[in-house]
């Protein structure tokens, strides 16, 4: 099982927010950053935040990441049916000496 | 405009060997790290190894180690995945990324992914 923690779904209206938490340790998240990609089904993932709170050229404002101690966060505001997709946090685990992927959250327009 | 292909996915028994390639266009090559990120069917995603843009650090997921070797060729802008003693849970989708060049002073392993190709199918059944 991984080491970086995200509840297997979350889901909200069009136009609601939604945040996506991702839980890990010191020999990761506390100490390295976070990146956050979009998985739509069917494709290949995409880097949506980088650096903890960084967007890719392209990415839409709509999307946010935060981090704080050991655990890091994804928001979608306005929520669209487009973003109906499997999202996962990533860090490098220096006990590991690997780049590790969150367990990935299934996100759901209602 | 950044393109990756990935190639050499097949069927293959238990034991047996495969190399996969990542064919790299758009971009100077030889300046970017490179990973292999496989899913598993149904399943999440899992970071398999990475490589620096000279090819002098190469870095392993436990679960391969000693059995994968990650290596590119600069001439070809190529990357390549050798995979020995092939196993039923190596069963996947194994997806080449480009890793960033930022944000500086960070480990290339520990940068994001910003491009991906469409994934190359292994299964390994007999």
């Known amino acids: 099982q991984s080491v970086l923690t995200q509840p297997p779904s979350a889901s909200g209206t069009p136009g609601q927010r939604v945040t996506i938490s991702c839980s890990g340790s010191t020999s990761n998240i506390g100490s390295k950053i976070v990146n956050w990609y979009q998985q739509l089904p069917g494709t290949a993932p995409k880097l949506l935040i980088y650096s903890n709170d960084q967007r890719p050229s392209g990415v839409p404002d709509r999307f946010s990441g935060s981090k704080s101690g050991t655990s890091a966060s994804l928001a979608i505001s306005g929520l669209q049916s487009e973003d109906e997709a499997d999202y996962y946090c990533a860090a490098w685990d220096d006990s590991l000496s690997a780049y590790v992927f969150g367990t990935g959250t299934k996100v759901t327009v209602l | 405009e950044v393109q990756l292909l990935e190639s050499g996915g097949n069927l293959i028994q238990p034991g047996g060997s495969l190399r996969l390639s990542c064919a790299a266009s758009?971009?100077?090559?030889?300046?970017?790290?490179m990973s292999w990120v496989r899913q598993a069917p149904g399943k999440g995603l899992e970071w398999v190894s990475a490589?620096?843009?000279?090819?002098?650090?190469?870095y392993y997921a436990d679960s391969v180690k000693g059995r994968f070797t990650i290596s590119r060729d600069n001439s070809k802008n190529t990357l390549y995945l050798q995979m020995n003693s092939l196993r039923a849970e190596d069963t996947a989708v194994y997806y080449c990324g480009r890793k960033q060049d930022r944000p500086p002073g960070i480990a290339v392993a520990a940068r994001g992914d910003d491009y991906w190709g469409q994934g190359t199918l292994v299964i390994v059944s007999s």
């Open positions: 490589i620096s843009g000279s090819g002098g650090s190469t």
């Open positions: 758009g971009f100077t090559f030889s300046g970017y790290g």
